[in-house]
């Protein structure tokens, strides 16, 4: 059989059918064929393979062949017998045998196996070579192996063949859909070096990955020099780089690029027009839309509801009603029946002029039946505070069968939202008698309403009966409805309901999950408040200084020191750690958990992260440091920290130099001591008595300074200094 080239998808009655799904195996050793052996997997079984010989008994043509090995389902078994029908005399492997069998080790991912026939296909110089490499390539893209078909390609390279510019244009659009960016500029090198002249579809291929990989110079580029390489850019390289352009808010550039286009008078396609007017509407420009849509018209070509659609939306949000009235006009001239989305956009337009008029009129004469259209309206009606005209079209939707529970969920949402609660309440028993369940949004409205007049027990009441029904409220009546309860010092309930919004995955703003922890710390409840904590963190609420500052605190209170330093590498997770509030709360901690060491600690990396503490807290730090005799511990920081315009009283240097003193070390007293005249003032008599040595009887008791730094660091504290580093 003589091979033939084939199209996109071939033929059925080219090539018999191939068995797609055999199992993935290799071969062993032939007479022809040098298989390495680690691809000389085990014999398939004899008994089989005598059976598939003995049905080639008589003379051996290509035809039995290619039968047999698309009938074998073993990619094994296939190629043992591919090998043995090569061994028989006066028999030759044709372009078509080596098809079948190659297309069969490919698809089951024996590249190794593959490549051995390819070479002796080449070897062979098999008759119709070139366009079995073609009907290769496109099958093996129809079956998306693309890496088989880039071997294949290798090989087509290295034969003798002048292989056209199409194989290389079906595996650039099969590598493009897949983004792979490093293998379609393989296969433009190797159309380089092979001297093929890329056509306009290449180019277009070539500017598609680029544009897909974020190589929008590179494209464009490409895209002013396709002339220069033989090619006129057509209406397909115009809505490539003009989409890509247009992604990256590049919009300018990108209509610059369609007028142009516009203006040299090409004749674009209907793919075009339908692919790039929807573009000109999402970037909004719909003024060039309507360049296109009239051009699109004089080309000859029909333009369907959906694109009438998207240009009467845009015109809609653009506030040109007129306009889009007149397309409307248009689309019923042409007999076009016009979908839900152009009627809903319209109702839009008219209700935010607002013409609500219009609105019915157009929904009327149209006779639309359609809900969708009405509910906008209704909901025009209810933003406009113009509850009788939104009850007398309710009622006519009702009597109309045009009625969901949406309909209903809208009228009362509106009436909640102005604090209308008897009436919404009169609303709801209506929705049920028409047998609509309230749900979600039935009992947010209810829950926001009671809200909106202070009333949160009722609320309260309708979030319970929510949750009886497995009705989640939305985020908003949730929180207004957990922050009501916490200004009633009602902090049970509002854990109760944070606690439904957590298992809903519905978030509550940072504010008021900080507002919450703070009252339930002040409660005494910080366990409560901690695992509130770590489940809204599991579920995505992400905590701030605040949040931590208040559990600090609380924990503090309880002097739960083990509870603080677990916090604490949760905060240096977060990245909280060096927060100006939090390293304040946290030092004040320590001081009044007597966590000496761990204030040390906190300290010293304040300083270094440019981070110094308030007044106050220095204040606490240093009476706590020196009542444990660590204050020299932190010499080497506040030399740093005096040296940036801190300590700014006299009392604050002489408490330092007295305590450095006092703890023996006297040669960093005197470093203070020095900066603190340079500020203009001298030591009081305590520090002075230290600094002269005659400070015996205040030293009475106290043990001088020679404590050993490496005792102090206890296991805690270790914790604290690990997760620092």
């Known amino acids: 059989m003589k091979v033939r080239l084939l199209p996109l998808i071939p033929k059925k009655s080219f090539f018999p059918a191939l068995n797609l799904n055999s199992s993935l195996s290799s071969v062993s050793r032939g007479t022809h064929f040098d298989f390495s052996p680690r691809e000389a997997p085990k014999e398939p079984n004899s008994l089989e393979f ?7 008994e008589g003379k051996i043509v290509p035809t039995k062949i290619i039968g047999v090995l698309n009938s074998v389902s073993d990619p094994i078994l296939a190629l043992r017998v591919f090998r043995w029908a090569s061994s028989q005399r006066n028999y030759r492997h044709s372009t078509d045998t080596y098809f079948s069998m190659i297309m069969k080790l490919g698809v089951n991912g024996k590249i190794g196996d593959m490549e051995v026939l390819l070479k002796h296909m080449v070897k062979e110089a098999c008759p119709s070579c070139e366009d079995g490499f073609v009907s290769l390539i496109e099958c093996f893209c129809i079956n998306r192996r693309l890496k088989e078909a880039l071997v294949v390609l290798e090989w087509m390279h290295s034969s003798n063949c002048k292989p056209s510019v199409l194989p290389h244009n079906i595996l650039l659009s099969a590598l493009v859909d897949e983004g792979d960016f490093r293998s379609v500029l393989f296969v433009y090198k190797e159309m380089v070096k092979a001297g093929i002249a890329p056509t306009v579809d290449t180019l277009n291929l070539i500017i598609d990955i680029l544009c897909r990989t974020d190589r929008i110079e590179s494209a464009l580029n490409q895209f002013r020099r396709m ?3 033989g090619c006129n850019p057509n209406c397909r390289s115009v809505e490539i780089i003009v989409h890509a352009l247009c992604e990256k808010d590049r919009i300018y550039e990108g209509m610059t690029i369609l007028d142009d286009m516009i203006a040299t008078g090409h004749r674009p396609d209907f793919i075009f027009f339908e692919n790039i007017i929807p573009l000109t509407c999402r970037v909004n420009r719909v003024d060039e839309g309507l360049v296109l849509l009239n051009m699109m018209i004089g080309n000859g070509f029909s333009p369907n509801a ?29 007999g076009i029946k016009p979908d839900v989305t152009i009627y809903v956009s319209l109702v839009t337009g ?19 039946s359609d809900t969708d259209p009405y509910n906008v309206l209704l909901e025009g009606f209810c933003r406009a505070s113009r509850f009788h005209e939104a009850c007398c079209l309710l009622d006519k939707m009702v009597k109309s069968g045009l009625s969901d529970k949406f309909s209903w969920n809208i009228f009362l949402r ?16 209506r929705m049920i008698i028409f047998s609509y369940e309230p749900d979600g949004i039935t009992f947010s409205s209810l829950v926001n309403g009671y809200c909106t007049v202070g009333r949160y027990w009722d609320a309260f009441s309708f979030f319970r009966q929510s949750s009886g029904r497995n009705c989640s409220l939305d985020s908003t009546s949730s929180t207004r409805l957990v922050d009501g309860l916490r200004e009633m010092d009602c902090i049970k309930e509002a854990v109760e309901v944070f606690w439904c919004m957590l298992e809903n995955e519905c978030p509550l703003n940072i504010s008021s999950f900080n507002l919450l922890i703070d009252a339930v710390c002040s409660m005494g409840d910080v366990h409560v408040a901690v695992k509130l904590w770590s489940f809204a963190s599991c579920r995505g609420t992400v905590s701030d200084a605040d949040t931590f500052a208040a559990i600090l605190l609380a924990l503090c209170k309880l002097n739960k020191r083990r509870e603080t330093l677990t916090l604490v590498s949760q905060m240096i997770e977060a ?20 966590m000496g060491l761990n204030a040390v600690i906190v300290f010293n990396q304040m300083v270094s992260h440019g981070s110094p503490p308030a007044i106050g807290t220095l204040n606490m730090l240093l009476s706590c440091l020196i009542s444990h005799c660590l204050l020299h511990m932190i010499s080497d920081s506040l030399v740093k920290f005096i040296a940036e315009g801190g300590l700014p009283n006299s009392k604050l240097y002489n408490m330092v130099i007295a305590g450095l003193c006092k703890e023996g070390h006297k040669e960093k007293a005197f470093k203070i001591l020095d900066k603190m005249l340079e500020r203009g003032w001298v030591p009081d008599a305590t520090a002075h008595a ?14 001088r300074g020679l404590i050993d730094d490496s ?8 914790i604290l200094v690990e997760g620092l580093e």
């Open 50 to 56: 005598d059976s598939v010989v003995r049905s080639l």
């Open 227 to 229: 002339k220069r390489k």
């Open 306 to 334: 959906s694109i009438y659609s998207v240009l009467i939306s845009c015109l809609c949000e653009n506030g040109r009603i007129r306009d889009a009235i007149k397309l409307f006009e248009d689309i019923m001239a042409l």
């Open 350 to 368: 008219y209700c935010r002029l607002p013409n609500f008029s219009d609105a019915l009129r157009l929904l009327s004469e149209n006779k639309v």
């Open 414 to 429: 509106a009436l909640c939202a102005k604090g209308r609660i008897r009436h919404a309440l009169e609303v709801l028993d």
């Open 575 to 594: 990245g909280l750690f060096f927060e100006q509030k939090i390293c304040n709360v946290l030092l004040r901690c320590f001081c009044e958990m007597d």
């Open 690 to 703: 230290y600094m002269v040595g005659n400070a015996s009887t205040i030293e009475t008791g106290v043990t």
């Open 711 to 718: 005792c102090i660091y206890d296991e805690v504290s270790n």
